[in-house]
Nanobody, 119 residues
Framework: QVQLVESGGGLVQAGGSLRLSCVAS????????MGWYRQAPGKQRELVAN??????NYADSVKGRFTISGDNAKNTVYLQMNSLKPEDTAIYYC??????????????WGQGTQVTVSS
């Protein structure tokens, strides 16, 4: 059973930074897709950033402020968040997928970590 554990969330003032970590219970190399989603109360869960086929992708709302990266040796994916805004407040979830034929064959989720940005 694959487990993903997020950490690094917390309280921060607008303009501040946080670094989220997601540690997998095994090598992240086997995943074709690793990413970060977030969900705020009353809103849909949205994809924030991901790594797929060696390339990074970002939602327009975070482009230029957030950076996703991975460390295979540590089985960890990171999300560096800079210039945080109150609208970034949400629960952030780590996600890992095994893709086959372009579809998710297996999908795994972490428990989530709360990020709160004060104005």
């Amino acid at each position: 059973q694959v487990q993903l554990v997020e950490s690094g969330g917390g309280l921060v003032q607008a303009g501040g930074s946080l670094r989220l970590s997601c540690v997998a219970s095994g090598s992240i190399f086997r995943f074709n897709f690793m990413g970060w989603y977030r969900q705020a109360p009353g809103k849909q869960r949205e994809l924030v950033a991901n790594i797929r086929s060696g390339s990074t992708n970002y939602a327009d709302s975070v482009k230029g402020r957030f950076t996703i990266s991975g460390d295979n040796a540590k089985n960890t994916v990171y999300l560096q968040m800079n210039s945080l805004k109150p609208e970034d407040t949400a629960i952030y979830y780590c996600n890992a997928q095994v893709l086959r034929g372009g579809i998710a064959y297996n999908t795994y989720w972490g428990q989530g970590t709360q990020v709160t940005v004060s104005s």
